[in-house]
DNA sequence: TTGTAAGCGTTATCAC
DNA sequence: GTGATAACGCTTACAA
């Protein structure tokens, strides 16, 4: 591979000049000098070597992104896929690149450590947290650039970019209310869930406001697995006709189409007997039967926010306060599993 | 951060002494300095700069991995998303970082060409080749270190790696002809498509083997979509009782997903009346119903297979001849979707 | 307007 | 056995 002296050589002038000009600095080079300069950069095909730039700005123009944890084959990441291609896109309109790394030795926290501590990365970009986040918790106690996509324990002062999922259940429950729905049920996740807690929050607001009753067994609470929909739906339709609920939001797709499932083993038909929102719009949901209505999360949106944040931390440009933290809502998704209320 | 001079100055040794015993390199450095050292470099916790080490060595450490082009959001990326991951972890094995890149301006050569220039990445790992792959050929004119996950036009000489396709469906076929199906059709992708002429072949091969017969119109040629599967059903089952077949290989799941979904729209039960195999094991196929056969690739298997052989290109390590390619047979997994050809 | 040279943090070749 | 020191390819303060 060429060198900058190789250009220099080239033109006829010392390296100093050939780099101000590429990297166009001030010091006033003569417009012939440059455009020698940039003659000879094209006949011999120079690109400037990024770990020696690297090294003499002690940057690496990295930044790191950890897979989630091994996936089981079953899972579905569907939506940090889409997630880390945004963002992958985005790093590189700002001069980055995505290092992704996996936590081998099971410790997040020596993985961070380990690309910190070596100058591999100037920065992180982190996903699916938790309340107490560990990750979180090391790298502000490092100060270290990142930014998270996902909230974390809300007394924390930290830069983060979320989809806000109570305004996205409370939407989708009120499409139920508007298609006459009063018995809406809910299938949460674990209370310790911290994104399944904004979500159920927003069913909670929903009825609220609209002066409905949410009785205690009408919330569902399960990991999430298509099990988890398919035992909410069994447990419902055991009760009396009477005490059942008309209509289901749930806190994700799969779980819906657990429902779903269900509700086809015992020939209820959804859309007319029962109603059903899910949450992610996964892939396949637009291939269920019946199409899934649902709530996407503006993903290349959120990357881009999240990009933003932390170039400018890493640029050491001021990031206002209020800007700090961003919550966008996502958007309904309607499709033929929402009907209106059985009379 | 500290550097490999402030572990001299703690451990009262020259930065060349550090450097030897941190690479133990044989320069025979006594038992107690090496001691002194280590100890100096766990007190301070100094790790090795990762830029500096690469200037010095004129590598980067870092692979390559271009992300499918922009995936629209049904898109199902699930095969290769899980590919990436255990590519990274294999990556990580060997001292390796994936660098994972988008073709923003549309146009992979350049893409390539600006990484392998700046010195930005060792090598690359590509994935979803073409017949006459573009990035393919140009890796190779510019004996840059690659290898790749699928294969392209076979007159070239270059690293693969692959499942073999026409082995999985030949499996697929030969599960249902064991099951008493005679009348058996195929669902493919249309002819340029290389892994779906692999695995149209799998079909040709098991029928020829067992003396089936294999007529035109029970070849239906598609895209990947749920669509395609639909059509293909609605055309079969228009034909009279006599002339349909009763079971169906499919190249991919979502296709499957199309079959099952007109299936049940005419009434039709999947596993008694009409048999069905997908290819890939979604993470939803085993939520579908009827559970959908399947074939699953190795893709840990793959990805490791892939990274061994990279790894040796770039250190230089010969690979000999029969072991620059590598055909892994997917796995047949066996649910209800087939069940005994109706009597 | 341009060139000289220091230095980023390593590794590796020499001396001693 | 260990220590100077010259690279690796680049940016930039300072000199000319």
Redesign the pocket.
Known sequence: ?P???DVAKEA??????V??V??N?S????E???QEVWRAVEKIG?R??VT??N????QSRLIGYAWHEAPRYGDLNVVLEHFTYFLAQAAESAGFHLLTFTYRCGDPIAAYDELIRTGRVDGFVIASTTTNDARVRYLMEQDFPFVSFGRANPEWDFMWVDTDGTAGVAAGVNLLIQHGHRRIAMIAWDEESLSGGYRANGYFQAMREAGLSTPANFIWRGENSEQTGRDALAYWWDLPPKERPTAISTVSDLIAIGVINEAERRGIVIGRDLSLVGYDNLPLSQYLHPALTTLEQPLEKIASEVLWRLTNVIGKQPVKPEQRQLLIAPHLITRSSVGDAPV
Chains 1, 2 share one sequence.
């Open positions: 591979m060198t900058i002296k006829g002038v010392s390296i100093a000049t780099s101000y590429l990297n600095k010091a006033a080079i003569s012939e000098t440059q120079y400037p070597n020696a730039r090294l003499r700005s002690s």
